[in-house]
């Protein structure tokens, strides 16, 4: 009895927990497809290109990639710009941590497993809702991160936005458009599923095998217990 009260506890406690992160501001739901590889590759590029000049993957190695449909010839072609950097390294940031932490006052967070932390609707939320804002250092702020450190890395694609406040207090109840991106909103709400679809897939590579794995595992045991259940009844036959 006791067990199951602390189950229920914790479970209430979490889901508690859940919803306080949100801050009151709603998270978009990410329809994201973990088997959509060209997606995941698409995904991966704009990782290695936007994100690794201040972030890192270090549990993250390039020839990963092969498990989303990469060649090592594609991996070299595209993702490594750097001789030094070999197929089987992972991903280290461009940054080193002390000037980073001299720029942007802390230190760009590891994403190698960012996903398990944060889940794909907050990762999606949060790279949709930067917003313009004079009073930060970096002169961008975020919805569901307050004052974050991180500038926008695409106010190019995006275009601007600018936080509408709630008449009564100073939350934020939307953003709205102040310049077009380069990109229409459809297209880059697209490419930052495709984003947030790269770092589900890095928080867990081996994630679509083990669902494999456990269908045939399931399977087996059906067959198994009725093999067994057959030899049984070959056994016993004969004592009744
Ligand atoms: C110019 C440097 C810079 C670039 C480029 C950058 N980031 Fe960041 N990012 C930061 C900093 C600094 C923080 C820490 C923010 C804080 O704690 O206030 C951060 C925080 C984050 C967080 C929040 C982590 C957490 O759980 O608190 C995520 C997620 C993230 N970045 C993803 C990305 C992705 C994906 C890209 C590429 C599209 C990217 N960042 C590009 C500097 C950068």
């Not at 991903?91 to 960012?114: E, R, Y």
């Amino acid at each position: 009895m006791k067990i199951i009260m602390v189950v229920i506890w914790s479970v209430l406690s979490f889901s508690g927990l859940a919803a306080a992160a949100g801050g009151g501001y709603s998270l978009n739901k990410a329809n994201i497809d973990a088997t959509d590889a060209e997606s995941l590759q698409r995904g991966a590029k704009i990782f290695a290109d936007r994100c690794l000049s201040c972030h890192a993957a270090t549990f993250m190695r390039y020839n990963r990639l092969a498990d989303i449909g990469l060649s090592q010839g594609q991996i070299k072609q595209y993702f490594i710009a750097d001789d030094s950097v070999k197929v089987g390294d992972t991903m280290k940031s461009a940054i080193d941590a002390s000037t980073a932490k001299q720029m942007f006052g802390v230190i760009p967070p590891d994403l190698s497993v960012v996903s398990r932390s944060r889940g794909s609707d907050w990762l999606y939320t949060y790279f949709i809702s930067f917003y313009k804002d004079e009073t930060t250092t970096t002169g961008w702020n975020n919805s569901i991160f307050p004052n974050v450190a991180m500038p926008n890395v695409f106010s190019q694609e995006q275009g601007i936005l600018r936080a509408v406040y709630a008449a009564d207090d100073k939350s934020i109840v939307g953003l709205e458009r102040e310049t077009q991106g380069s990109l229409t909103a459809r297209a880059f709400d697209d490419s930052m599923l495709d984003l947030t679809n790269f770092l589900v897939f890095m928080g867990e590579p081996a994630a679509e095998k083990r669902k494999q794995i456990g269908s045939l595992v399931i399977i087996f045991l059906i067959l198994f217990a009725f093999m067994a259940w057959a030899v049984k009844r070959e056994f016993w036959k004969d004592v009744h």
